[in-house]
């Protein structure tokens, strides 16, 4: 990690005074620490779509060109493949009459090789499948790690912060409680949807570059001012 860590500290409520006597009062205080990850998987969706007046004859269609797309996903080494959001509905005339059906099936592919997913989706496009999404985020590992690289920080800054308190008061302190929590990730990329003829014969594999994610932890809490 090359990046130094960012890291903000915020002084919130004040001490609660009582008698004019400062042992016993409490203080809020809030502290933020963010670190940079690496966005080393990509999370794709495909789909097919279909429609017409005859439910049964596009199931079968959008099914099969599922299918075949399962096939040609796990036939690929490090590529994890599960089904996505599927629907049918009906389209319906002007005279709030059914007009047709569509159905629409997703399969969500995942890897740490961004490389066999860009070439699996030039694949899949040929195949009669359209690219829904694309997204490059960090790993479960990766991200629990920068996490708590990014947790120690904060909690660092909150106690830095609470000992600066203290000190100005003329008080020892402690700790009365934590509440930690984190944040922050990268939004997918949106890809727009080609028609069939184009997939057909331009399917070339989208160019995919990783970048980071910044991973925010927020620690909140409250310090006991002590005689």
């Known amino acids: 990690m090359t990046s130094a860590p960012k890291a903000a500290a915020a002084l919130f409520a004040g001490a609660w005074i009582a008698g004019g006597a400062l042992a016993g009062a409490t203080v809020d205080l809030s502290a933020e620490a963010s670190r ?35 096939k040609t996903i796990k036939a690929k080494a490090g590529v994890s493949v599960k089904s996505g959001h599927q629907s049918t509905f009906p389209v319906y005339a002007q005279n709030q009459k059914i007009e047709s059906w569509r159905m629409h099936s997703e399969l969500v592919l995942e890897s740490r090789d961004a490389a066999a997913v860009s070439e699996l989706l030039g694949q899949l496009q040929q195949m009669r499948l359209a690219i829904g999404s694309v997204s490059q985020l960090p790993a479960p590992e990766t991200r629990r790690k920068v996490e708590d690289e990014a947790t120690r920080d904060a909690i660092g800054a909150f106690r830095q912060r609470a000992a600066v308190v203290a000190d100005v008061l003329g008080k020892p302190y402690k700790i009365r409680h934590l509440n930690i929590q984190q944040s922050g990730q990268m939004p997918p990329m949106p890809i727009m949807r080609a028609s069939r003829t184009a997939m057909a014969t331009e399917a070339v594999p989208p160019p995919l570059e990783a970048g980071e994610s910044l991973v925010t932890t927020t620690v909140s809490g409250q310090i006991e001012l002590a005689d």
């Open 36 to 70: 940079p990850a690496a966005n080393d998987m990509v999370r794709a969706t495909v789909f097919a779509e279909a429609s017409g007046s005859n439910p049964a004859e596009l199931a079968r269609r959008v099914n099969q060109d599922i299918a075949e797309g399962l």
